[in-house]
T-cell receptor, first 110, second 117 residues
Framework: DAKTTQPPSMDCAEGRAANLPCNHSTISGNEYVYWYRQIHSQGPQYIIHGLKNNETNEMASLIITEDRKSSTLILPHATLRDTAVYYCIVRANSGYALNFGKGTSLLVTP | SAVISQKPSRDICQRGTSLTIQCQVDSQVTMMFWYRQQPGQSLTLIATANQGSEATYESGFVIDKFPISRPNLTFSTLTVSNMSPEDSSIYLC??????????????FGPGTRLTVL
């Protein structure tokens, strides 16, 4: 699976949009981009995933660039409960463990 | 999706003892994984546990230290044997379940926080 690069930390004001970038310049054509988050001391929570089209669900939106070398996770109206470590992971196939990097620690402030 | 529970949620143990962590899933799943998260670190895979076969361990993890059972498609256990303070970590199980598109999505249990004195 391709490697990903994320900023180590970001801040966001409560109520504003949080835009978390991820670089995956070596992504292969069949690899999906997954996002998880881990709130302090809890198990990672699945957020969203996509291949090349932008995706939206009740938690977030995922914007993938046309060349698929980078993506952005958008939390449209961040709340204090969105404070967590966000992981961007690329994978192609089922049956294999996820390769968690260091992720981005997002702090949402009042 | 899949709902996963783990027992115990936390424990404090003495060095030299063993602890068995249970992972229960609300549906039948083929793939189960056990991860470790040391303090301040990211998740590291310990082993993959498929029903009906021996667990497959990652480099640096051995069966004698982390024996795993997978008796059926909804349950697994991980034992941390002969514990030392270095084993103090959060232990997480995860499973794969079909998603809307692409590879199966992995879902995680709440974790077991282990402290070894």
């Amino acid at each position: 699976d391709a490697k990903t690069t994320q900023p180590p930390s970001m801040d966001c004001a409560e109520g504003r949009a949080a835009n978390l970038p991820c670089n995956h310049s070596t992504i292969s054509g069949n690899e999906y981009v997954y996002w998880y988050r881990q709130i302090h001391s809890q198990g990672p929570q699945y957020i969203i995933h996509g291949l090349k089209n932008n995706e939206t669900n009740e938690m977030a939106s995922l914007i993938i660039t046309e060349d698929r070398k980078s993506s952005t996770l958008i939390l449209p109206h961040a709340t204090l409960r969105d404070t967590a470590v966000y992981y961007c992971i690329v994978r192609a196939n089922s049956g294999y463990a996820l390769n968690f990097g260091k992720g981005t620690s997002l702090l949402v402030t009042p | 999706s899949a709902v996963i529970s783990q027992k115990p949620s936390r424990d404090i143990c003495q060095r030299g003892t063993s602890l068995t962590i249970q992972c229960q899933v609300d549906s039948q799943v083929t793939m189960m994984f056990w991860y470790r998260q040391q303090p301040g670190q990211s998740l590291t895979l310990i082993a993959t546990a498929n029903q009906g076969s021996e667990a497959t361990y990652e480099s640096g993890f051995v069966i004698d230290k982390f024996p795993i059972s997978r008796p059926n498609l909804t349950f697994s256990t991980l034992t941390v044997s002969n514990m030392s303070p270095e084993d103090s970590s959060i232990y997480l199980c995860s499973v794969e379940a079909p998603g809307l598109a692409g590879p199966d999505t992995q879902y995680f249990g709440p974790g077991t926080r282990l402290t070894v004195l």
